[in-house]
């Protein structure tokens, strides 16, 4: 059975540092991009970026590119987002998703979502 | 960026009524269109892809259809289980985009 299990909430202050994770399994980890998605509270789903564990190219959306970073070990089938000083606007829950087959696809495995809360 | 329109963002309805979403992309897209379902506070499920292919293991009763840059979900017979958010995402242009969601609530 494909899951994709994300690590837990985050409670963080405006400035720190934060890395979440999201670990793959039931499938060859290699063999399928993962993205990640980003849903603001109450508002609805926005593509941050996505990579691809084999040889960990990366592609962001625009909006996001140079606020998050991406990226993956494939020894332990483990994709992770990054942001090196939090603001309160990141706060939102993080689903990390599947490409079933190419960089352009839809999503067939969601993440159960991490919630991530920045205050000041 | 390619603009996804969903429209309604809220639908009222009975249980056993008949629901249609529709989802408008700002150019072409082709069938590269899916369709998902949120209930709250779990995470989005694929419900349908390529427009009108149903994921394995989702019910009969929703279905997916295009014309033109027009996209169509339809719910026949609305079940309890249904009353949720749902949203369309196009995924023939970078970035990948979705629309602003269809909130499905009891009537």
């Known amino acids: 059975e494909v899951q994709l299990v994300q690590s837990g909430v985050e409670v963080k202050k405006t400035g720190e540092s934060l890395k979440i994770s999201c670990k793959g399994s039931?499938?060859?980890?290699?063999?399928?991009?993962i993205g990640w998605v980003r849903q603001m509270p109450g508002k609805g789903l926005e593509w941050m970026g996505v990579i691809n564990p084999g040889d960990s190219d990366t592609r962001y959306n625009p909006s996001f590119q140079g606020q998050v970073t991406i990226s993956a070990d494939k020894s332990i089938g483990t994709a992770y987002l990054q942001w090196g000083s939090l603001k309160a606007s990141d706060t939102a829950v993080y689903y990390c998703?599947?490409?079933?087959?190419?960089?352009?696809?839809?999503?067939?495995?969601w993440g159960q979502g991490t919630l991530v809360t920045v205050s000041s | 960026d390619i603009q996804m329109t969903q429209s309604p963002s809220t639908l009222s309805a009975f249980v056993g009524d008949r629901v249609t979403i529709t989802c408008r992309a700002s150019?072409?897209?082709?069938?590269?269109l899916a369709w998902y379902q949120q209930r709250p506070g779990k995470a989005p499920k694929l419900l349908i892809y390529?427009?009108?292919i149903l994921e394995s293991g989702v019910p009969s009763r929703f279905s997916g259809s295009k014309s033109g840059t027009e996209f169509t979900l339809t719910i026949t017979s609305l079940q309890p289980d249904d009353f949720a958010t749902y949203y369309c995402?196009?995924?023939?242009?970078?970035?990948?985009?979705f629309g602003g969601g269809t909130k499905v609530e009891i009537k």
């Open positions: 998703v599947r490409h079933p087959n190419t960089l352009m696809d839809y999503f067939d495995y």
């Open positions: 150019q072409s897209i082709s069938s590269w």
């Open positions: 039931g499938y060859k980890f290699t063999s399928n991009w």
């Open positions: 390529l427009a009108s």
């Open positions: 995402q196009q995924y023939n242009t970078y970035p990948h985009t």
